[in-house]
């Protein structure tokens, strides 16, 4: 059993070593810590360049080699929670002894604190895109075969695109394809497509670039990034969701992970704000969530509705949220999520405050 060995001072590094039979070469990362899983270690392979990155808390360990020798282009990844160790098993391309793993490239085997390491992109190639509303669009990316790569619930990636000679990057928030899918099915591991809903804004820098992308071509994704830790959904007993517009990403992957893996979940509640119908995303299936699972309401608010509108309009305020947090038992242990547009997301924090929620209960999705 491994004890953490985390300090004051941060988490302990970790180290590696590595072993070969004839056909196969394992390196083993000894991370010293027990609440790692395959979200905990992204692998790369591209070119002359083998690269795997731990991380570990807020730290990031990585080893950077150039292999001594060829290797087939899949590789396996498994963590063995007990003891925190990663195994990456790779397939040597010809049985044959190596008599070292390979030569060190920049920063190998060294252990800083994650915002220092600076992004690495590796190239995804789009896959699909299917229009979701009139503006807003689902693209799915494919991750090269050569890489291990799964982005943590509530945390984004950058997509990197040049445009007029000048690299480009923007955050966006991997969802599932569907809301509904995915509740039948669990997220198989080592899964290779990333799916975004992302809205085209014709007056914009990046996402008119994007939508002009054409099946089959490439796009460099960031690593991921993100403080939202999961652990705040394990002893959730109601969870509210605040979302505007687009603001609506990261709470797909919450809202179902909450769903499935919260055994404490007594109430989930979505206020989703948008200007008109026509600009919510996956309404029907929203509502079909809703109707299926008794524990889960969603509440449409539109800032600028049709005539025909008869549900809730405005913008954030002071009644609504009352209203929408109302029936919440001061005793029960609560999360509020919020994202969306910035003077939304602050007027929100603001109201949750006057509504005594404290800091500890909200957590607001940003750059
Ligand atoms: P921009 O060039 O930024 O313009 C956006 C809009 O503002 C346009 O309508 C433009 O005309 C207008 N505008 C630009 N400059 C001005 C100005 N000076 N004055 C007035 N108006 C102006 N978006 C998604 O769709 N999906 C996601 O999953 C997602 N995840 C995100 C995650 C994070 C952590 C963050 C911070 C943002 C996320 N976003 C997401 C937003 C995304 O990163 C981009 O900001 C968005 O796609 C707009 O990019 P753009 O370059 O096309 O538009
Ligand atoms: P939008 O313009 O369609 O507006 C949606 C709703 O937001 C409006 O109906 C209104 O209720 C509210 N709103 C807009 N401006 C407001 C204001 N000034 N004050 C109070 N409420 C306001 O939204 P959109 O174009 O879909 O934009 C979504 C935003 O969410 C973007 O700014 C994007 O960057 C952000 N976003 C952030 C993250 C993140 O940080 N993790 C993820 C996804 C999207």
Redesign the pocket.
């Known amino acids: 059993q491994v004890t953490d060995t985390t300090t004051k001072e941060g988490p302990s590094s970790p180290s590696y070593d590595w072993f070969q039979t004839d056909s196969l070469v394992t390196i083993v990362i000894y991370t010293k810590q027990k609440d790692i899983n395959l979200d905990s270690i992204i692998v790369d392979h591209q070119n002359d360049s083998f690269r795997a990155e731990t991380i570990i808390k807020d730290y990031s360990y990585l080893i950077h080699v150039g292999l001594s020798h060829e290797i087939q282009e899949d590789f396996s990844v498994r963590i063995i929670e007990n003891v925190g160790k990663i195994e990456i098993v790779l397939k040597k391309r010809e049985n044959m002894s190596w008599k070292c793993l390979g030569h060190p490239l920049e920063k190998h085997n060294s252990f800083l604190p994650k915002k220092d390491r600076g992004s690495y992109y590796r190239k995804c190639q789009l896959i699909s895109k299917e229009d979701v509303t009139h503006d807003t669009k689902l693209f799915c990316l494919m991750l090269p075969p050569s890489t291990h790569l799964q982005v943590p619930i509530g945390q984004?990636v950058y997509l990197k695109l040049t445009i007029t000679g000048t690299e480009i990057v923007k955050?966006y928030?991997p969802v599932f394809d569907s809301l509904l899918s995915e509740f039948k099915k669990p997220v198989l591991p080592n899964n290779k497509y990333i799916y975004f809903l992302i809205?085209i804004y014709p007056a914009g820098l990046f996402t008119p670039e994007l939508d002009h992308l054409q099946i089959g071509d490439f796009v460099p994704v960031s690593s991921p990034e993100g403080n939202f830790k999961i652990s705040k959904l394990q002893e959730v007993e109601d969870l509210f969701l605040l979302a505007?517009?687009?603001?609506f990403?990261?709470m797909v992957k919450i809202l179902n992970c909450a769903l499935i893996n919260a055994p404490s979940l007594r109430k989930v509640k979505l206020m989703f704000?948008?200007?008109t119908e026509e600009?919510i995303i996956w309404r029907s299936q929203l509502e079909k969530l809703a109707f299926e699972d008794k524990r889960f309401d969603v509440e449409f608010?539109?800032?600028t509705p049709s005539s025909e509108w008869n549900g809730k309009q405005g913008?954030?305020s002071p009644a609504l949220l009352s209203e929408f947090l109302k029936g919440n038992s001061e005793k029960s242990k609560v999360l509020l999520c919020i994202?969306?547009?910035?003077?939304?997301t602050e007027?929100g924090i603001r109201l949750l405050h006057d509504l005594n929620f404290s800091k500890d209960d909200i957590h607001s999705?940003?750059?």
């Open positions: 984004h955050p928030t809205k505007a517009g687009t603001g990403t990261p704000f948008n200007k600009d608010v539109l800032s913008h954030i994202c969306g547009p910035t003077p939304f007027q999705f940003t750059a």
